[in-house]
T-cell receptor, first 109, second 113 residues
Framework: DAKTTQPNSMESNEEEPVHLPCNHS???????IHWYRQLPSQGPEYVIH???SNVNNRMASLAIAEDRKSSTLILHRATLRDAAVYYC??????????FGTGTSLTVIP | EPEVTQTPSHQVTQMGQEVILRCVPI?????FYWYRQILGQKVEFLVS????????KSEIFDDQFSVERPDGSNFTLKIRSTKLEDSAMYFC???????????FGPGTRLTVL
């Protein structure tokens, strides 16, 4: 299974952009890269996913390296509600969804 | 917006008792999952279910655990004889196909005394 490496924690000022990195060097060619977040006392929440191209949605942008061994989740303007643990997950079709320990994002007002 | 629901929100049980945790996935989804999260720890995969059978399970999902989709709408997790270490949040998730996003329920907090 593709394992991931993320910083344990990051801080951002409110209204500033945040770049959350993830290394997934053992990813296979067919694994989608998913990002989820978990707010305190809640279940995981989908953020974004992609395969090769950069992706944008209303929550965030996902930048995927050309060799697909790393990706970066971009929150364009962090708000206090974005304080959560963020997980990047290489999703192998039919395989386990491995969450890892994620990055705990603190947003400073 | 459609959502995954779970009942009960909190279940307290005595060690050795059987519990059934219930989930209603989003109606047109085909893949179903159970995860658990022990307090202060990471989310752990338990089992995935597709086409009325288990497609993958983790080492945690031993003979004490079973899953069922009894009526085409509910998806249940049964723990036959609960242990203290089964105390955790249990999350159900569903997805429409095998590569798009999973939608998670709010969780059931299981406390085993």
């Amino acid at each position: 299974d593709a394992k991931t490496t993320q910083p344990n924690s990051m801080e951002s000022n409110e209204e500033e952009p945040v770049h959350l990195p993830c290394n997934h060097s053992t990813i296979s060619g067919t694994d989608y890269i998913h990002w989820y977040r978990q707010l305190p006392s809640q279940g995981p929440e989908y953020v974004i996913h992609g395969l090769t191209s950069n992706v944008n949605n209303r929550m965030a942008s996902l930048a995927i390296a050309e060799d697909r061994k790393s990706s970066t989740l971009i929150l364009h303007r962090a708000t206090l509600r974005d304080a959560a643990v963020y997980y990047c997950i290489p999703d192998r079709i039919g395989n386990q969804f491995y969450f890892g320990t994620g990055t705990s994002l603190t947003v400073i007002p | 917006e459609p959502e995954v629901t779970q009942t009960p929100s909190h279940q307290v049980t005595q060690m050795g008792q059987e519990v059934i945790l219930r989930c209603v996935p989003i109606s047109n989804h085909l893949y179903f999952y159970w995860y658990r999260q022990i307090l202060g720890q990471k989310v752990e995969f338990l089992v995935s279910f597709y086409n009325n059978e288990i497609s993958e399970k983790s080492e945690i999902f031993d003979d004490q655990f079973s899953v069922e989709r009894p009526d085409g709408s509910n998806f249940t997790l049964k723990i036959r004889s609960t242990k203290l270490e089964d105390s955790a949040m249990y999350f159900c998730a569903s997805r429409q196909n095998s590569y798009n996003e999973q939608f998670f329920g709010p969780g059931t907090r299981l406390t085993v005394l």
